[in-house]
């Protein structure tokens, strides 16, 4: 387990960008000043708080820093403080010119460069305050020395810590870059992902489409099934009532189908009820719904037809099915329909009602005989049979 006073709790450019430059930085001032101080007969606590103020001092911000909550904030005071002790040092030796020029401007473009103009003014009002306390404990003193050596010393000293300020911004902006590269990048992913998921989901929406289309047809005829029809019928009969529009049930069977299956077998069954299935989606109008109720029964739900219309077309569908021949293989199937109407008002204004009297209506057309249609009416005590006497049943 780490000590927190050893962990490193934060690492921020700015932070580390500062110390190593503070400790450049300082390391060169403090090489420049012991050069202006040589000879000069400064006492032996000077140098040693030269040696603490320049080589100890900045490693102790830099640890006051990292134990920072709040890591930037401190070192933009701690710059401030750099101001401050350069500023009393500068007062303190008496302004030598090319080292004091060189701690201002050091302060003034580090300020400068975190914080604008505000900076510099702030590195100039700390300057100014230290070299003030300094002269206030120390008394004023002025010796601008500007000895070649020291001279030579600050320019390189200054030069250094230029480039090393250009050089800590260029990494900054090749990192910047770097990021906005990644982010540019995984944007790119992102929207790759999300074209991705777009069309997964377009292609799940046609599946669901098609699923509950399935779910609502027979797979056999294709026609709808009983479980669309009782969604339907209530929906359709509703809206009829509200436009006072007729509606008609057609319940239609063919007649003796067992047989059909028995002489022809099975597959040709099925496809005697896929015959009937096509003639009716054939002859459906837009608002019609054709459905496969049972086994070899099927229904037809039209809205907006009277009763008499729905007997015309009833019987027009029995005539052409009737006499039509199915080829299948070597047999040639021929079979016949029987249908019963119930039409609202007159004959319900229930769906059950409806349905049930279709039914019955159907049951009649079946045991007067087969190949016919026949009507539920209310009115009358035995539903209406439409004459057919040319197609009895086989
Ligand atoms: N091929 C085929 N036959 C089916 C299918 N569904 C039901 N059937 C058959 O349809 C026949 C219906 O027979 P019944 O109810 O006795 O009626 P029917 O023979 O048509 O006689 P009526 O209706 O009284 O004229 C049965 O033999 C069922 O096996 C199907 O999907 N395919």
């Known amino acids: 387990m780490r000590l ?13 960008g500062n110390h190593t430059s503070r400790v450049m930085g300082f390391g060169l001032i403090a090489f420049v000043l012991a050069v202006h101080m040589l000879g000069r007969g400064y006492s032996e606590l000077t140098w040693a708080l030269l040696g603490l103020q320049f080589l100890a001092y900045p490693q102790l911000l830099y640890w006051r820093t990292r134990k920072s909550n709040e890591p930037r904030a401190a070192e933009m005071n701690h710059m401030s403080l750099d101001s401050f002790v350069f500023g009393m040092w500068s007062a303190y030796l008496g302004f030598p010119m090319w080292s004091t020029f060189g701690m201002c401007v050091t302060t003034a473009v580090t300020h ?25 404990l120390f008394g004023f003193r002025f010796s601008p020395a500007m000895d070649w050596p020291i001279s030579l010393a600050c320019l390189l000293g200054l030069t250094a810590y230029l480039v090393s300020l250009a050089n800590m911004a260029h990494n900054h902006n090749v990192k910047l870059f770097e990021t906005r590269d990644k982010m540019r990048k995984g944007e790119q992913a992102l929207q790759e992902a ?27 005829t294709g026609l709808y099934n009983r479980r669309y029809l009782d969604d339907t019928l209530a929906r359709e009969l509703a809206r009829c009532k509200r436009e006072g529009q007729p509606l008609s049930l057609m319940l239609i069977d063919i007649d003796h189908f067992k047989r059909v299956n028995d002489t022809y ?60 021949t199915l080829v299948f293989g070597d047999f040639h199937i021929q079979a016949t329909l029987s249908v019963g109407i119930a039409t609202y008002p007159g004959d319900g204004t229930s769906p059950e009602t409806l349905i049930a009297n279709a039914d019955l209506a159907l049951y009649r057309a079946k045991n007067n005989g087969r190949n016919r249609v026949v009507a539920f009416s209310t009115s009358h005590p035995s539903p209406s049979v439409l004459p057919n006497s040319s197609h009895a049943s086989q």
């Open 4 to 16: 927190s006073f050893f962990a490193k709790p934060h690492r921020d450019w700015v932070v580390e």
């Open 112 to 136: 400068a460069s975190y914080m604008g103009v505000k900076g510099a003014v702030r590195s100039a009002a700390a300057l100014s305050a230290g070299a003030l306390m300094a002269i206030v």
């Open 194 to 220: 999300n074209e991705a998921l777009r069309q997964q989901l377009g292609e799940i929406s046609v599946l669901q489409t098609r699923l509950r289309e399935q779910a609502n047809r027979d797979s056999l």
């Open 265 to 324: 077998g099975h597959p040709a069954g099925d496809e005697v009820l896929r015959a009937l299935a096509r003639m009716l989606n054939t002859h459906a109008r837009s608002g019609d719904v054709a459905c496969r109720y049972g086994g070899e029964e099927f229904l037809m739900l039209l809205p907006h037809m009277p009763l008499q219309t729905a007997m015309q077309r009833a019987e027009q569908w029995r005539a052409d099915f009737g006499t039509a």
